[in-house]
Structure formats: structure tokens, C-alpha cells
């Protein structure tokens, strides 16, 4: 990995896709206003057209659009904008559209990733029409990224910064996978880069009915059926990209958390008794907010690990 080589091009990257309009005037005026400006705006099109997400914005931000090609899923609009990403920039900034970026969020992207090949920064969760919600999503105390990873995720597409040549070697995005920030961090943890996370408040990070990854309780057994769902498939998908490069310790982590997934896929999800149990308890536990942290809990692993199921 790259050794303090300062950021001199700087991306930020978006996607816009049906439904998300309503919210594009807060996240183009939060553009407008950041502290370092000297950044190209690259945004990713998924059945919109330019003149469609220009008028939803209220305005033209001067970006690079790249549309989807017909057919793509999203993990290919995100690939199809990455690829061509890292061969004119030093580094990209991830943000979503349906989100606010506070005026300092570019500027402090670009001087973290001097000296980390990987950044996340903490969000302020926020209410469908951005009222504070009083809560922060970041890394819990006396925790580090490689803490978090590879069980849960604390980098998502709306708070990492990826140095390009970090970025470069974690791609291609597999056209099935369905939660690409994951996949993408659990790459850059296997190869060994260098993770950091600002525990400063950078995003607002809005919480609505289409979020596929809810952090806050109460949790219903539907959102734990569904999130085990798609973390079974992320291992899934993980343990059939591990390619050369990657740490062999690392690998062995990411075997064993699959495994812990998948006993309590059997032993928990598909038993209702031991779900509801299992939900009683994780709602009382009330965990600090991480992505996926739904599904297998630590402090509840013996619902999952003891020999005897559910009748």
C-alpha cells in the first residue's frame, strides 16, 4: 500500500436511482457548500436520466454521468463507475444521495487518506426530513475498524474514502452482490490495508423506509430473517472471491464468522421459538449501532453454538 503520497485528485461518487428524488436537493446543496471544492463529482445513473436528476436537484452540479447499462444490477452501476475511477484519480469519496454531507467531509477524506489507504467517518442519524434522531453512528469505544470487520461494517457507500490503488485491487464487484460497501471493506481487510475511521461527524445519515441496513431498535423478527439472508449470501460471495494477495489468517477469520452465520441460520432463523427468543434478548441487549449486527450477536452466541435445538 501507498506510504503517506499526498491526495492530489480527489473523486466524489454518487448513484441516483428511482425513489431517491426527494432528497437530492438537500444532498446537492450540501455539495455546494463543502470546504474543499477541488473534487470531481462523478454520479453513477440507474434508471434516471441526467436531465430527470438535474430537475429533481433543483440544479447542475457539472458532473461526470456514467448511466447504467440496461439489465445492471447495482453492484454492476457501481463497478461500471469504480472501474474507470481509479485509473484518473488518487482517491474517491463515497457518498449516497438520500444523505448530507457536512461542509467538512472532502477536506477531512482527502488528509486521512494521506496516511490510510481506507477511511470511514462517523454519521449523525437523522429522520426522513432530516430531523436529529440524537443518535451516532460510529465505531463503539476503544474499538478499531479491524475490530468491527469482517462480522459486522462500519464502511458504508455514504462514509469511506478509498485510496485508488487500494480500490483498484478490491475490484471487480461480483454483478450478484448485494451489499458492495461490505464486500468492498472485507476486501480491503483481507488485503491488509491500512483502515482508519474518524469518530468526528462528517455525514447525516438518514433513516427511512427504503434502507436496507437498519442500526436502530427495536428489531422485529422480519428485519433479522431478512438481514441473515443477505449476510449468509455476502460470506457467500466473500469466501468465492478470496484470490491471491489476500492475508491467509485473514482468510481463516472470515471462514470461521461464515460459519457462525450459518449455525445460526439453522439453529435460530429457521426455529421460531429460538428467533423470538433470540430477538427478545438482542432487543433488551440494545447493541451499539453496526451495520448487520442483527444477525449472530457475540453476546448471544449460545442461543446458536449449544448442541441442543429448539423442538
Given at each position: ?165 487500494l480500490l483498484r485491487r478490491c475490484l471487480p464487484i461480483p454483478s450478484d452482490v448485494a451489499l458492495v460497501d461490505w464486500y468492498l471493506a472485507t476486501r480491503a481487510w483481507l488485503l491488509g490495508a491500512r483502515l482508519d475511521f474518524d469518530n468526528a461527524v462528517r455525514m447525516d445519515y438518514r433513516q427511512h423506509g427504503a434502507n436496507m441496513a437498519r442500526v436502530r431498535p427495536p428489531f422485529g423478527l422480519p428485519q433479522v430473517i431478512s438481514d441473515c439472508g443477505r449476510v449468509r449470501h455476502h ?77
Amino acid at each position: 500500500m501507498s506510504e503517506g503520497r499526498p491526495i492530489k485528485t480527489l473523486a466524489l461518487y454518487t448513484t441516483i436511482y428511482p425513489g431517491v428524488e426527494p432528497f437530492l436537493p438537500d444532498w446537492y446543496r450540501s455539495v455546494r457548500e463543502q470546504a474543499d471544492r477541488d473534487v470531481a463529482l462523478w454520479i453513477g445513473l440507474d434508471s434516471l436520466t441526467v436531465e430527470a436528476a438535474i430537475d429533481a436537484m433543483g440544479g447542475d452540479p457539472g458532473a461526470m454521468w456514467v448511466p447504467a447499462a440496461p439489465g445492471d444490477t447495482p453492484a454492476q452501476v457501481r463497478q461500471r463507475v469504480l472501474e474507470r475511477l481509479v485509473d484518473v484519480v488518487d482517491g474517491v469519496v463515497l457518498v449516497d444521495s438520500d444523505d448530507i454531507l457536512h461542509p467538512s467531509r472532502v477536506a477531512s477524506a482527502r488528509l486521512a487518506l494521506r496516511s490510510s489507504d481506507l477511511v470511514g467517518c462517523a454519521l449523525r442519524l437523522v429522520d426522513q426530513d432530516g430531523g436529529d434522531l440524537g443518535l451516532v453512528y460510529g465505531l463503539p469505544p476503544e474499538s478499531g475498524p479491524a475490530d468491527v470487520l469482517p462480522r459486522n461494517n462500519v464502511f458504508g457507500l455514504s462514509n469511506t474514502a478509498f485510496r485508488s490503488d487500494l480500490l483498484r485491487r478490491c475490484l471487480p464487484i461480483p454483478s450478484d452482490v448485494a451489499l458492495v460497501d461490505w464486500y468492498l471493506a472485507t476486501r480491503a481487510w483481507l488485503l491488509g490495508a491500512r483502515l482508519d475511521f474518524d469518530n468526528a461527524v462528517r455525514m447525516d445519515y438518514r433513516q427511512h423506509g427504503a434502507n436496507m441496513a437498519r442500526v436502530r431498535p427495536p428489531f422485529g423478527l422480519p428485519q433479522v430473517i431478512s438481514d441473515c439472508g443477505r449476510v449468509r449470501h455476502h460470506f457467500q460471495v466473500v469466501l468465492a472471491t478470496l484470490t491471491e494477495g489476500v492475508l491467509a489468517d485473514r482468510c481463516a477469520v472470515v471462514e470461521q464468522v461464515a460459519r457462525d452465520v450459518e449455525l445460526f441460520y439453522h439453529r435460530v432463523v429457521l426455529q421460531p421459538p429460538r428467533l423470538e427468543q433470540y430477538v427478545r434478548a438482542l432487543n433488551e441487549l440494545d447493541p451499539a449501532p453496526l451495520w448487520w449486527s442483527t444477525v449472530a450477536y457475540p453476546a448471544l452466541q449460545n442461543m446458536w453454538t449449544h448442541e441442543k435445538e429448539t423442538e
